[in-house]
Structures are given as structure tokens and as C-alpha cells.
């Protein structure tokens, strides 16, 4: 297959595929081609939404249609261009996380797994630092790669009905922060009190914090 | 001032525009009518905006009462009735206060009650839409479901009788809800991925319409299960009508409040035409999709587009 991609995905949208992988290098395309997308005189290109390998882009179909989108995204080059700005440059968030057992609900179960220990566990779920890769799922929902290769398990063969607001979890090689209560099927590793409204590759470091101090921080919100 | 208060809900009434645009980069679903055909007449019918909120209906067991005598527009698949008498669907009315407006079990699942000027809230994220997942739009804009004692107000003044005339589609635009369901889809996603005999096989066999579903989507049922692609997918943007086959093999139709990402492999997408007709089917409902060219959906959507002078 030779990326980049486009191909219809409705009558008045397509989706521009890159690569067929999940990894930081596909991702500084996604965000370039989002750069294009925000900097070009295009007014029929209506709206987009961006995830780990394609990025999907509405259009006025009363000015233009599928064929010329198709034609005007190829003709572009975004993918081979290294100096398109970024409008908004992507920030750095530091989130306090604590994993502890009794709001990380998988988290002795994942770390015998791994063959670590629960405080093992975490310091590696936090020494590495992440990128969010796509928001979606729910509204604050940012899926944040890529998580250590030891740390990587599937979801819960059966997802729980209530997550509470703030969990941390992984599955595979994402993590996240449920934005609020909801069903989830990833696996519950600690809990954060605080967290920004995220933007696509901004850049996360989670900070380990002790129960005490969780409690502390939960309380005075 | 109010203009209509909520007697009974029914299963789920709910305040809707056209939906909620620019916002699926944060996660933000579209929302808006289900039947966006029947939605967009019912404001036609009263001269309104096409984007004017009005009480998406769902099934049936709906009871309003009209606190100021106006305008409404009633158009959908329920049957509908004012002071308990049966009245048309697909027709504008002077309803005068202290009547009540009733929509009971119709041919289809949905019913659109309009009132001139469109009926007010606030919009959050640029609409009204109700979509309680995202818990976004309605009258409080938290996404709740319309409920009993809620009070409605207009936009616009009541209208007096004397400013419109009664009115009606030709008959040619009024869907029958009850005609076999011939769904169109066009070619998107990972079709070339479904191998030929599958791809023959989805628009060979007849579907089932199942009780699971919501605003947010739709399953089916046939007899034989669609074998998906072996590659997994990388979770991708996720367009209205997508239809997606998880492991199982049998198809989920992605509906207006769907979530901005999905997993599953889609075999391609149901066109606005499809969408409308599908959000009208009960369970139970035996259905065959049929593959059009991207250049007809185009004609058709753009058609679609100019009669109701729609933005996008």
C-alpha cells in the first residue's frame, strides 16, 4: 500500500491514511497534516478529526466534492514537509497519579503479570513520558501512547459498567485518564485527581503520589 | 413565555437541532434528528430556519400541552393526534392554547414536533442537540431527556392563525415508513479488505433490525455472519452511517450520536437517504442494503442539500 492514502469515508468526507502502525513518526504526520489542514485557504474543507494513523476531513459538498478533496490532499505534501508550522505548539502536562491497590483496581493483578512489584509497576507507567495520539471515546477522552512494552496487556475480556472519573488504565499500548464516571473495558492502574482538557500531541508525564497525599489533594478540590 | 409543557415523554423525547458541528476533533458527537428528512420538513412546513430545535419523538406514549395558541408542524413516523382527535402527520397546524398534542406507535419510531420560530434553549458548543451520552444540549444543557412539567419555550412570538396557511408535502415527498427497507451504502473504509464472496453475501442477504439500539447505533442480524478481515484496525475516525463488522459478523450501523473513534472494520457507509429510513425501523424489521456509486449519493446528498438550504 503507498501512503499517504485518501479514500472516501461518506459522501462529504474522506479519510487520509498514513501508515498502517501506531508509533511516534506516524504521529508527527497526523500532526502535520492537521498544521496543512488549519493553515490552508481551503473554506471547503469544513472540519477534521484526527486519530493514531488517519486523520478523517469533512467538506462542503455544494462547492466541492470527494474526487477534488481527494485530489487537493495528494497535491498537498504535507507528509514529506518538514517546516509547516503547528498553530497551537502541543503542551506539557505533569499529572499526579496514585497507584495504589485500592484505586488501581488491576494493578496487583497486572504487576504479578509482569513479574514486578506494584511500586515497580508504577515508576515504570511514569518514567516514560507520552503523547496524545487521538482524543475520542467520549468527550476529554485522550488516548496516550505508547506505554512500555512490559506494561502492555489487553482489555478486560469483560468491560466493568461504572470507571470512576479520573482512573488511569492501559490497554495494549495506551493509556488514559477516564474523563468522567462511565463504562470502560481497560485496565484500572491508578487513580489522578487533577487533569488538563488535552490537545492532540500534547505531551504528559504522570507523577507518582502516595494515598495520603491523594486524599489530601481530593479533599481540598 | 411557555409554549408547550410536557404532560408524558414517552420512551425518550429529546430537543434537537441539526446537530452539533466542529467539535468531533474533541471527542464531541454530532447529535440532532435521527430522521433528518422528516426533521427538516417539519421546520419547512412552518417557514422555519432548517437548523430550528424542535421534540424528537421516540415510539410513541408522547402527551404535550399547548400553553399559547401558535404554529406546530408534525411530520414522522408516529401517528399523531391534538385534543385526542387523529390528525395527518406531515402538516402544519394553528393549535390554540389549552390542547393537547399526543403521538402514539405509527408505522415507524419517530415522530418531530416543530413550533414556529423553533423552540428555545441554549446552546452548548453551538447547538441544542441532546445527546446524553456526551451529556451536552436539551433545556438545561446537560443532556437530559425531555420530562414531565418541562416548559418549552419559542424563539419566535406565537403566530396567529391568519399568518400561515395549512401545508403539506407533495405526496411524492412523504415517506412511506412501512414500504421494504432498501438501504443504500456506498463503498468506504475497509471494503476492499472484505473478501468478494463477503461483500456479495451483505447485500444478498436480508438483515434483521434488533432491539439493541440507540441514537448512537444500531445492530443487525443475518442469518450467515460476515467474515472480518484478519488484520486488526487501528482505531479510526468514525463518520455517521459507518457500517462496522466486529468479530462476530454481524454489522453495527453507526447513527447520529456515535462515539468520534471506532475499531471495527467498516464495510462502507449508509447515505443521508439510508440513515433516515433506517432510524425508523423497529425491531424486528427485515431490511437489504444495496451498493451505490459515490457519484449518486453525491447527486443525491447535493439535491438533499439545496431544496432544504441547508449549510452543510
Given amino acids: 500500500m503507498n501512503y499517504p492514502r485518501v479514500v472516501p469515508a461518506a459522501v462529504d468526507a474522506v479519510m487520509i491514511e498514513f501508515a498502517d502502525e501506531i508509533s511516534l513518526p506516524v504521529h508527527e504526520q497526523v500532526m502535520r497534516c492537521l498544521a496543512w489542514l488549519e493553515q490552508t485557504k481551503d473554506t471547503a474543507l469544513l472540519e477534521w478529526v484526527a ?19 481527494i485530489r487537493t490532499i495528494e497535491a498537498a505534501q504535507f507528509g514529506q514537509q518538514q517546516s509547516l508550522k503547528q498553530t497551537k505548539s502541543p503542551q506539557l502536562h505533569q499529572i499526579e497519579v496514585c ?34 495520539y487521538a482524543l ?58 487533577r487533569w488538563p482538557e488535552f490537545e492532540l500531541g500534547d505531551r504528559i508525564q504522570f507523577k507518582p503520589i502516595s494515598l495520603a497525599q491523594f486524599e489530601r489533594m481530593d479533599a481540598s478540590r | 413565555m411557555t409554549v408547550l409543557t410536557i404532560l408524558q415523554p414517552g ?3 429529546t430537543l434537537q437541532d441539526r446537530g452539533r458541528f466542529g467539535y468531533l476533533q474533541r471527542g464531541i458527537s454530532l447529535g440532532g434528528p435521527m430522521d433528518e428528512n422528516a426533521f427538516l ?75 414556529v420560530g423553533g423552540f ?13 451520552r456526551d451529556q451536552l444540549g436539551g433545556l438545561q444543557g446537560q443532556g437530559r431527556l425531555l420530562q414531565v412539567n418541562d416548559e418549552l419555550c419559542a424563539v419566535a412570538a406565537p403566530a396567529h392563525a391568519s399568518t400561515q396557511i395549512n401545508r403539506r408535502p407533495q405526496r411524492q415527498f412523504i415517506p412511506n415508513y412501512s414500504d421494504p427497507l432498501e438501504i443504500p451504502l456506498i463503498a468506504t473504509g475497509q471494503y476492499e479488505m472484505f473478501s ?77 437517504h439510508g440513515l433516515n429510513r433506517l432510524s425508523q425501523a423497529v425491531a424486528g424489521t427485515k431490511l437489504r442494503f444495496y451498493w451505490q456509486s459515490m457519484a449518486a449519493a453525491e447527486a443525491e446528498y447535493v439535491a438533499v442539500m439545496r431544496f432544504f438550504n441547508l449549510a452543510r
Fill in chain 1, 99 to 132: 497507584y495504589h491497590p485500592s484505586l488501581g483496581l488491576d494493578l496487583v493483578e497486572l504487576s504479578a503479570t509482569a513479574g514486578l512489584s506494584v511500586e515497580q509497576f508504577a515508576q515504570r507507567h511514569s518514567e516514560v513520558g507520552y503523547r496524545v
Fill in chain 2, 41 to 115: 420538513w417539519a421546520n419547512r412546513l412552518l417557514l422555519n430556519d432548517s437548523n430550528c430545535a424542535q421534540i424528537e419523538v421516540t415510539l410513541g406514549g408522547f402527551k404535550g400541552q399547548v400553553e399559547q395558541s401558535t404554529w406546530f408542524s408534525l411530520t414522522g413516523g408516529l401517528n399523531w393526534f391534538i385534543d385526542q382527535r387523529p390528525v395527518k402527520a406531515w402538516q402544519n397546524y394553528f393549535i390554540e392554547a389549552g390542547s393537547s398534542i399526543e403521538a402514539r406507535p405509527g408505522a415507524g419510531l419517530r415522530g418531530y414536533l416543530a413550533v
Fill in chain 2, 196 to 272: 468478494a464472496p463477503m461483500r456479495e453475501l451483505f447485500t444478498r442477504q436480508s438483515y434483521t433490525v434488533t432491539a439493541e439500539q440507540d441514537r448512537m447505533g444500531m445492530r443487525l442480524e443475518g442469518d450467515e455472519p460476515i467474515e472480518v478481515p484478519e488484520r486488526n484496525l487501528i482505531s479510526e475516525p468514525l463518520p455517521v452511517g459507518a457500517v462496522q463488522v466486529p468479530a462476530g459478523g454481524q454489522p453495527i450501523v453507526m447513527l447520529r450520536d456515535r462515539q468520534s473513534l471506532g475499531g471495527y472494520h467498516k464495510i462502507g457507509t449508509v447515505t443521508w
Fill in chain 1, 136 to 193: 475520542g471515546f467520549a468527550p476529554g477522552f485522550a488516548y496516550l501512547g505508547d506505554v512500555p512494552e512490559q506494561l502492555r496487556f489487553p482489555r478486560l475480556a469483560t468491560p466493568r459498567k461504572k470507571v470512576p472519573a479520573g482512573s488511569v488504565a492501559i490497554a495494549n499500548q495506551q493509556t488514559a485518564i477516564y474523563p468522567k464516571t462511565s463504562p470502560g473495558g481497560w485496565n484500572i492502574i491508578g487513580r489522578a485527581v
Fill in chain 2, 11 to 13: 420512551l425518550a423525547a
Fill in chain 2, 120 to 132: 428555545k434553549a441554549v446552546p452548548v458548543y453551538g447547538s441544542v442537540a441532546t445527546v446524553s
Fill in chain 1, 51 to 69: 486519530s493514531y494513523r488517519t486523520v478523517m476531513v469533512y467538506f462542503d459538498l455544494r462547492r466541492t466534492d470527494a474526487q477534488q478533496v
